[in-house]
């Protein structure tokens, strides 16, 4: 590569997603939307219910397919591929709801996704289990959980499932991480602490981050920048302060009074 190829490729936006449209039927429910997420970027997706959040985020990974538009990694389109191959390629995702195996201990459910990710053989998981234990245990540090490696799941708290979680979807080492309303269903201490932790691995890994969430408090204390879904349409884009004055964010989501103490579902 050439050296102004070198230069234009690091100053390339880790996810560029450009004119994204998706309808169900009659309901259009992205429609047009086109964003950057920069490298070591904390971005925030924020809008009322309905607004085509978690349809954004399925064609983002491969779940949905868009029905017209492109989404990029590192310039690589995405659009087409498998949530597999897309997962493989870098984009990792966190969900609403946590999906560790309860029976099995912290360290092992971080195991499972070393050895998925280098296609190993699940009929040799208790060696696969001992050979990736220190890189389990690496990731658990990242996150606070490297002393709690040998409890099951089961017995954890939720705040310290959705770190395990966190440590599961950095085993692939993504450069994207996508985190569908992270905070969702924990006390307000735990949203703070893993809203704090997520700011961390986006400065100390330069992760880039995109995530959904309901809690403005949550947005406006740790987004970098923030970008507003209404009914499909990207309506605003930019920091906290120029959102929280937005005449058309007011209008059609922040002044509704309904964000604060939502009901999560
Ligand atoms: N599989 C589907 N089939 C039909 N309509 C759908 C489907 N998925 C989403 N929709 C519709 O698309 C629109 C956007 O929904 P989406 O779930 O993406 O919004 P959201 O912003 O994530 O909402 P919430 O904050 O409630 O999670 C809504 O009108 C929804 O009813």
């Given at each position: 590569m050439s050296d102004t190829a070198t230069a234009r490729a690091a100053e390339q936006p880790s996810l560029s997603i450009r004119n994204l449209s998706k309808a169900f039927g009659g309901v259009q429910a992205v429609n047009d939307v086109s964003f950057d997420l920069a490298k070591g970027e904390l971005l925030a997706l924020i809008g009322p219910n309905g607004a085509g959040k978690s349809t954004c985020f399925n064609m983002l990974n491969g779940q949905i397919r868009a029905d017209s538009g492109s989404v990029r990694l590192a310039g690589e389109e995405l659009i087409g591929r498998s949530p597999a191959d897309i997962w493989r390629r870098g984009v990792g995702r966190t969900f609403q709801i946590t999906a560790t195996f309860?029976?099995?201990t912290v360290a092992e459910n971080v195991a499972m996704v070393l050895m998925s990710q280098r296609r190993e053989l699940f009929s040799l998981f208790r060696t696969a289990v001992h050979r990736h234990r220190d890189k389990a245990l690496a990731l658990l540090d990242l996150v606070g959980m490297a002393a709690q490696a040998d409890r099951p799941c089961g017995v954890l708290s939720y705040g310290d499932l959705k770190r395990v979680e966190l440590a599961v979807a950095l085993g692939n080492e993504p450069r994207v991480l996508l985190m569908d309303?992270?905070?969702?269903?924990?006390?307000p201490r735990e949203r703070i602490e893993l809203m704090g932790l997520a700011a961390r691995l986006v400065s100390d890994l330069g992760l880039s981050v995109l995530f959904t969430e309901h809690d403005m408090d949550i947005v406006f204390g740790h987004a970098g920048r923030i970008i507003v879904l209404s009914r499909g349409a990207l309506i605003a884009e930019g920091t906290a302060q120029e959102i929280r004055s937005n005449p058309l964010v007011l209008k059609t989501y922040l002044g509704e009074g309904q964000i604060y103490g939502r009901a999560e579902g």
């Open positions: 309860p029976s099995m309303e992270p905070t969702a269903g924990m006390a």
